[in-house]
Every structure is written in C-alpha cells, then in structure tokens.
C-alpha cells in the first residue's frame, strides 16, 4: 500500500517465533497464574457442558445453588473462616463450567473444595471432618423430605467411609488439575471496607454489613465468573445503601462514585439485578435434592461409560457368577487341570470324585511356605544323617541338649559379626568412662592441693607480718 507521500510502505514484518533450549519451536503457550483469567465471557456462561449431556439449564442452576449452599453450611459446622467458605464456592464454580454435572459427582466435588480451601486459607481441616459434616448434613435432608424426626447416625469406618474418603481425595486431584493449579481468589471483602472507608461512611455499621451479607449471598450466583472484585463491591455497597433504614445517599455529581474505582453503571447495575432475583427465588428444598439426584442418575445410566458408577465397588458383587456362587471360566479350566492326569486321561468317575490320590497333590503355596527358611544344604537326605551323627558325638563330648546345639547352629556369621561389634562398642564405653573417672579424680586432687596450699600461704608468719603491716 502507498501513504499519502506516494511512497510504498514496507510491509510489517511477523516476530520470530522464540525457540527452546533445544532449538526446536515450543509446543506450548505460555502459563497464565492470574485470577482474572477466570473471567468468562457470555458464550461460555451460556453454555456449560451440563448442557451437552442432557441437562436442563433450570437444573444445572439449582445443582450451582445447591452446592454452594452445602459448602457454606459445612464450613459453619467446621468453624471455618468465611473467606475459606467463599474460595470453596469460587473453586466449585469454576469447575463446573469447565466439566458436567452429569459426568462428576457435585457432593465430592463439594467435599473437595473444601478441603482445598482450608489449605488455601491456613485453616487446614481433615478429610474425615468434612465426610462426617456432609454425612450429617445430608441425614438432615433426607429427614426433611420424608417429614420425619429422626434420630442422626454417625458415619461407620468401614469400607464405605473408606472409599468415599479415596473418593473426596480424588476429586481434589481433579479439580487441581482441571484448573491448571490456579486456586487463588480475589475476594471483595476488604475493598468494600476500603470504598467505605474512602466515602467517609465506616461510621455506619449497618451499611458494612449489609454489603458485606450481599457479598456473601451472592456466592451462590455465577457473578464472580462474570465481574472483577472492583465490580462486585461497588455493586453490594450500592444495593446496601438502597435498602438499608434509613437509605444512604452517596455522591452522584459530577458523576457516580462507583466510576472512581472504575466500575461502570451497566455492570452495578446487572449485579444488582441478580442479587434481588437471587432472594427473589424459591429456597432448594429436600423434596427437590432428591428429584435433583435421580435426574443426574438417569441421565448418567444413559451414558454408556458412566452407567456402572452409580453403584460403589463395596455394595453388592458385580459379577452374576458371584451372586449365584458358581464357579468362572478360569477356575473350571484351572480345576480340569488339576484333575487330569499326566497322559491325558481324566481321573474324575462319573460320581464326580478323583479316583485314588495323585502323587504330589500337596499344594505349592503350603510347600514352599515349609521349605521357605530352611537352607538348601539342610534339604538332602544324606545331609541329614551327618549333622544327626555329628551332633550326636558333639554331645557326648561336651555335654548339654540338642536345642542348645541348634541354637548355637542357627547363628550366621553376620549375626555373630554384629555381636562383636557391639561387644567393641561397650568395651569402648566402658573404657571412655574409667577414663573419665580418672580425669574427674585428677581434677579434684589439684584443686584440693591448690586450695591446702593457699590455706597453708594464709596462716604463715609471713602473710600475718603483711596483714598487720596494711
């Protein structure tokens, strides 16, 4: 192309690509660690993979809503802090816009977040702390949907807790990995302190806290996906001033105050709407987890790979064979083997029952566990004898038992090497400790003769002669 001088301009010129270490062209992209990265735009809001599985959108909210509410009211039980309930929302959040709710289990995926949070956090808690919190907390649901007082059970260490334990640590794996280890929040809880703080407006506690319970309600939305933490504090503060008694008026000349912290009036605006269509809607009851929980049952027995997770390992036996206690393919195989005779012919009558007793029908495992310890020159026969003879003459030579000979027999000579050494080791102890005892005396001799000396210098004619010249 020519510029407005005629002259043809030179065309830009691409940067070449940086190499490795090893002169070939890298295969990866950078690694982005920031928070921000997490901010999704509306295509993929709009579309989380819940939906290719066969997800109603209205469902996929509810399991969102549902799970943030667990995770808050178990870490009211674990006496978390409420920064580590918010970082455990965040994190189950961003997870499941990146898997399906039909393909993973939310309750460990729960579980896993907050176990990870309280790490995050510096408010580590167990793993059979938090099994034992939800366990309880989802007695209480069932108790609810089938209106009845029940009395609540403790969670039993068998293999069920067990393998839910495996399962809660696995799930933590997973999330880690799915979010590339970028676990770090940027919570809103102090800058709402701060843009109060700079609207001269701390005095009013009533307006913190409101703001501050706006914030913490809006974790069961999907906002800290959409919004920074600028935003979303400039929203709570500007919905508490409204609604709290009496209203607060905060400056809007010449332009609004939230645009100080660059926050735009479009997106208060949205937040605001979603935080009143959040108090707007019905509470998840206990009737609705239960409906909740079938559908993704339904959906999951669809799918050809997951249509066996529904049920764990420790249930019930997977294989027909075992439920009917009939033997498998391979066991009837090893079992004609062994039955069958070495020229082919089969051993069994008609009765079913082995004809004689085979040569060598002892089995290996009660074999080799006789002859395991025992060396192999003690094995023979003709070994035997000897050591029979031998000890016998042994005997009438010096006298004693044959168990003190077997004894004394059964000492290697790395064991006998061992003794020697820690037989040195003591005598040097010992040795160390006479001569110390010498040295101590040692000591004690010259400071008595020391002492005798100055008392002998003191009562001479001579020091008397000194002291009465002084």
Known sequence: MADKTGQQEEPVKAKPQKLSSFGLPRLYSRVDISADKWLLPIEKMSNPPSLADGLDAEAEKELRFLGCELIQSAAILLRLPQVAAATAQILYQRYFYQKSFVRNNFEHTAMACVLMASKIEEAPRRPRDITNVFHRLKQINRNKSHHRDKKLQPMMLDQHYIALKN????????????????????????????????????????????????????????????????????????????????PVSLPQEPFPWFELFDASDRDVQDIALILTQLYARKRVSSTNFLKLENQIAGLREKIPGLAGNKVSKFAQPSNDDSANNTPSKDHKSRSTNRDSSPNGKDRRSQNGKVEGKRKGSRSRSRESSRHRNIPKRYKSPSRDKDRRRSDKMLIDKRGGSRNDLSRSRDRSPRRDRDDKDRQRRSDSKERG????????????KEVIQTLGKRRRDSSSPESRSRKNKR
């Open 167 to 246: 399962q809660v640590i696995k799930a933590e794996r997973r999330v880690l990995n799915v979010l590339g280890f970028v676990v770090h929040v940027k919570h809103p809880h102090k800058l709402i302190y701060a843009y109060l703080h700079a609207l001269q407006c701390t005095g009013n506690t009533q307006l913190l806290k409101t703001a501050w319970a706006y914030m913490n309600d809006g974790l069961r939305t999907d906002i800290f996906m959409q919004y920074a933490a600028e935003t979303i504090a400039c929203a709570c503060i500007f919905l508490a001033a409204r609604t709290v008694e009496p």
């Open 433 to 444: 400790r006479d001569r110390n005892k010498l040295d101590r005396r040692a000591r004690e």
